[in-house]
């Protein structure tokens, strides 16, 4: 399968060299033009003068942009140069009902849509070991499955075109809990005194082990939070989570909790970094314990 690629960033790029190495990439495209160039003169492949080409000339066009809007303005961008007999399977985490949306205009065409976004992180998509949670019809799935499985270590079909995105909400209001947990765990660490190497070895295999606490405790141990997962896109995702929640007339705690400390960061300037930052607010009730816990409060707001 001719595989063009467009989104190259954190995530794409990795992404977009695990489809090369498995020798099915054929010609990327991004919006930032430099990035495209640098890409393909690393790896040798073509670049596109403008998505309708890209489309034009892939059989499978992959895509890995920001968030719903971006996703909708590609697709629009990608339409000229769809045809029946070609896919486009996007992997950026929007809502459910964007890529409904996002599948009718690749449909208007001709050509097939999945939604298949992905969990694992920058380091996820370096290793080609993704978790990837698929939407749309079981026969396209296998058509694409060899491109996919360059970038995923695990492939879920979830159902029709959503359950990708509604699944992927799950995966990030539990992401949300974990960062919760390991923070404020780590934090607690800090205050007793504790050395935190050691915290992370000695419960790394045990009941309160996860992947967060082994890839982001040590970052949290140096007090550096470099992304990673961007807090900026974590909010964006539980914002989703929260809309869908909302829709069912329920606040879920653990999102409109994580929401307002995210809010916090970004006010003080910590959006960009991985979304371990959290960190920085649980040492710092450590370090101001004058402040009271915010379940004390009388009135309910967060200070
Ligand atoms: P980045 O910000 O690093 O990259 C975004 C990419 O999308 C860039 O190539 C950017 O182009 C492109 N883009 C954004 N908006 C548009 C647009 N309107 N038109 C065309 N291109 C556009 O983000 P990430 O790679 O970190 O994340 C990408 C997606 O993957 C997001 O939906 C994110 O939620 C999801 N994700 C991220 C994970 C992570 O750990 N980072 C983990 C799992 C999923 P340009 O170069 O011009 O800016």
């Known amino acids: 399968m001719r595989t063009g690629f467009t989104g190259l960033g954190a995530m794409g790029a990795p992404m977009a060299t695990n489809i090369h ?24 492949c073509a670049v596109a003068g403008s ?44 809502s459910a009902a964007t890529a409904v949306s996002a599948a009718r205009r690749v449909q208007q065409q001709g050509a097939a849509f999945m939604d298949a976004p992905v969990s694992g992180g920058t380091e996820g998509a ?29 492939i879920v079909h979830m159902g029709p075109v959503g359950n990708g995105q509604a ?29 935190l190497e050691r915290v992370i070895e000695a419960l790394g295999s045990g009941a309160a082990s996860s992947w967060f606490l082994h890839n982001r405790g040590p970052y949290m141990a140096a007090g550096e939070y470099p992304p990673g997962f961007k807090v900026a896109l974590h909010d964006k995702d539980l914002a989703i989570a929260q809309a869908m929640a ?8 653990v999102i409109e909790m994580t929401r307002l400390h995210y809010r916090r960061l970004v006010a003080a300037g910590y959006g960009e970094e991985d979304i371990s930052a959290l960190h920085r607010l649980k040492r710092d009730m450590f370090d101001n314990p004058a ?12 200070t």
């Not at 190495?21 to 495209?29: D, F, M, N, R």
């Not at 990837?132 to 695990?154: N, S």
């Not at 402040?291 to 967060?302: A, C, I, L, S, Y």
């Open 21 to 44: 190495a498995a020798g099915y990439l054929h010609t990327v495209w991004n919006r930032t033009a430099s990035r495209a160039r640098a890409l393909a003169d690393e790896l040798g």
């Open 51 to 94: 998505p309708a080409t890209l489309a034009a000339e892939c059989d499978l066009v992959v895509v890995c942009v920001a968030a719903d809007a971006d996703l909708l303005e590609v697709v629009d961008a990608l339409a000229p140069g769809l045809a029946p007999g070609k896919v486009v399977v996007d992997c950026s985490t929007v």
């Open 126 to 154: 370096r290793l080609g070991k993704l978790s990837m949670m698929a939407g749309g019809e079981a026969e396209v799935l296998e058509r694409c499955r060899p491109v996919l499985e360059a970038m995923a270590a695990r």
């Open 167 to 195: 699944t992927k909400a799950v995966n990030q209001i539990m992401a949300a809990g974990i960062n919760q947990a390991v923070s404020e765990g780590m934090a607690f660490a800090s205050a007793q005194g504790l050395p």
């Open 246 to 253: 909302e829709a069912r007339g329920v606040a879920l705690p």
């Open 291 to 302: 402040h009271p816990p915010v379940e004390r409060q009388q009135d309910g707001k967060d």
